[in-house]
């Protein structure tokens, strides 16, 4: 467990810039797929549901990020999954960002920085067994 901390210590920039360009690509989709839907109509379909005939538990997703000018207009818009990801989504580009500049290596920053996406997995798969079973 040592040698796997000491790794993610000396890669600690680069897990930062990966996750903050990960979460720039979330928080930028819908306007990257919307482009690309009209150049291949194709990309548009969402693969699990073509092939299940069910709904994902991401599908919406897109949408929900494109109507996000509603907050303006009714703010419990923010409370449902989907709001509450793109909350998370901002507050880690404001985390990396913020580690990115001060060259963050402390191991209490590092340690905080597993548990919650730890805590953040966890979640995300038990949202997706509750899709599931619903």
Partial sequence: MKKVYKIIKENYI???ITFLILSIYVIFFPIISTLIQKIIPQFGICPYLAIT?????????????????E???N???L???FGIIIIMILIEIIF???NIILRQKSDKV??????????EGIVF???????FIV
């Fill in 75 to 77: 703010i419990t818009y």
């Fill in 110 to 119: 590092i340690r905080f920085d597993i548990i919650i996406h730890i805590i």
């Fill in 53 to 69: 005939g069910k709904q994902c538990p991401l599908c919406g997703g897109t949408r929900y990020i494109q109507n996000l000018p």
């Fill in 14 to 16: 680069y897990i930062n």
């Fill in 71 to 73: 907050v303006s207009r």
């Fill in 79 to 81: 409370f449902n999954p």
């Fill in 96 to 98: 990396r960002i913020i």
């Fill in 125 to 131: 798969v038990g949202y997706e067994i509750l899709f």
